[in-house]
């Protein structure tokens, strides 16, 4: 029986198992051999040379010298905590089989991490930056990850441009300086090139780019996903989540002094609150499109550089989070945690938007490189609460002890093996969309319009939250050296809001282009009309 009897502290209570408690213990070697001089190494005579048999120096020298692995190639600064997720009611049983969002009762175990997308490890809290919102829930039906941001849009609508976006916004190649240090060149180079950035740019020149706490800032799944009932019926989902203390920001100049006077300003927040017992609440809202509604949007569901407006899709709420319990060990729980948006359960799984598909293969992929292992399943952190079987085994680090002398299905020498034949048992069934096209390298025409909502961001805020933008803008542009690549961004402002262009040309020392053209080479090979041509 693969049953596990969820609540929430089951994977507190898995967890324990690994945690070591070294109070009153000997200190010892990893063969578990008692030390009893650890403040120096073993010498031939006390001025002499270090001996190659000192098996307690070698093994310590050796391991301190391991202790860092890859930071993440993005998301690299991090903080995490432990908490649960409970669903309100089982109202979403009508679209969803998924139990942990349908069953009021369960109290689903969640890990969470917050984190910057652009610095390193050891960059500043506060810095102009989009943040991650990964969750990861130990759900009675195996891991589900809801990777997401504190934006609701993307910057690009293709996974095959997300290297050259982040190559553009990391230090430069040449001399690895950051962005913030001088010249602001290459991202707003790459921006002013990729006018279906526009939309998220105007999230990022905005207020919700600097969060005054992880606590206080909302979260979105971006994508479009689908939801699967008990009868196989989908609809289309976007997933939010709205912090419980509202969502607040520093002011730019609040945010440059916290990161010299502390710039682990955010990470200490997090902490300090649950220590206190000030546990940050988040609420899950969905928005759901019926299959039927497909096309009735000006947008493309499949784009994610689009919300959908909650004034056509109200949200749903669904149930809500709690964060209470920090982690024991950073670099065991926060760095080594993986989470993967192709981590799907039942009731729950993904579009054809482009975006996602290519996110589908990049993490399992990078985590590969992070950890120079395909067991990186098999830490605590990423552990399942259910129990797992298959015929995996070997590689690096590899813990489970698998038994017998099959490894393979189909067999017949297995005896008493516990894996029943896939089908038999009612798993994971990827949902049955019809697919058909010609190969291409392209996008659909519906992804076109780069600016009509980055036009109703803009008309949607008030007077001061336009002036944090237009100042963002005055000072990000102002540190961009090329005059055309200032010119062009004005050139897309001007599509967006001609007040908002007037507004920024003022601060940057260039007129508003006249007859500006948005570059297309970007879209230069359309695939409805290639495929048009094509029949
Ligand atoms: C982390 C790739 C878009 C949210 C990462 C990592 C990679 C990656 C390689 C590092 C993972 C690791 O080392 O464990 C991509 C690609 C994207 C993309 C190829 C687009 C094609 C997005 C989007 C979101 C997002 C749209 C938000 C919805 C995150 C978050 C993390 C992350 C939150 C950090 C996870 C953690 O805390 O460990 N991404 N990403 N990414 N990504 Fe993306």
Known sequence: ENKPNVNENSKNKQLEQFR??????????????????????????????????????????????????????????GSGAHGYFQAYDDSLKEFTKAKFLTEPGT?????????????????A???????????????????????????????????????DLVHAIKPDPDNEMPQASAAHDTFWDFASLMPESMHMIMWVLSDRAIPRSFRMMDGFGVHTFRLINEAGKACFVKFHWRSLLGSHSLVWDEAQKLAGKDADWLRRDLWEAIEMGDYPEFELSVQIVPEEDEFK???????????????????????????????????AETE??????????????????????????????????????????????????????????A??????????????????????CPMMAPGNMGGYIHHMER?????????????????????LFWNSITEPERKHIVKAAHFELGKVMSKEIRQRMLGHFNKISPELAQRVSEGIGVEIPKNFEPEKSDNNYVADDASKKIK
């Open 435 to 455: 697919v058909e096209g010609h190969k291409i390298r392209g996008r659909s025409e519906s992804f076109n319009d780069h600016y009509s909502q980055a036009t």
């Open 395 to 416: 590689g690096f680090m590899r813990h489970t002890i698998n038994k017998g002398k099959v490894n393979y299905w189909p067999n017949s020498l297995g005896g008493g």
């Open 20 to 77: 070591e408690d070294s109070k009153d213990q000997f200190m010892t070697t990893d063969q578990g051999v008692r030390v009893n001089h650890t403040a120096d190494h073993l010498k031939a005579g006390p001025r002499g040379p270090l001996l190659m048999e000192d098996f307690h120096f070698r093994e310590k020298m050796t391991h301190f010298d391991h202790e860092s692995i890859p930071e993440r190639v993005v998301h690299a600064r």
């Open 336 to 393: 080594q945690v993986a989470f993967h948006p192709g981590n799907l359960v039942p009731g729950i799984d993904v579009t054809n938007d482009p975006l996602l598909q290519g996110r589908l293969f990049s993490y399992i992929d990078t985590q590969l490189n992070r950890f120079n292992s395909a067991n990186f399943g098999e830490v605590p952190i990423n552990r399942p609460i259910t129990t797992t079987h298959n015929h995996q085994g």
């Open 297 to 331: 949007f000006d947008f493309d569901l499949l784009d994610a550089t689009k919300i959908i407006p909650e004034e056509l899709v109200p949200l749903r709420p669904v149930g809500k989070m709690i964060l209470n319990r920090n982690p024991d060990n950073f670099f």
């Open 107 to 123: 109290r689903t175990p969640v890990f969470v991490r917050f984190s910057t997308v652009v610095g390193s490890r050891g960059s």
């Open 125 to 163: 809290d506060t810095v102009r930056d989009v943040r991650g919102f990964a969750t990861k829930f130990y759900t009675e039906e195996g891991n589900y990850d809801l990777v997401g941001n504190n934006m609701p849009p993307f910057f690009i609508q293709d996974a095959n441009k997300f290297a």
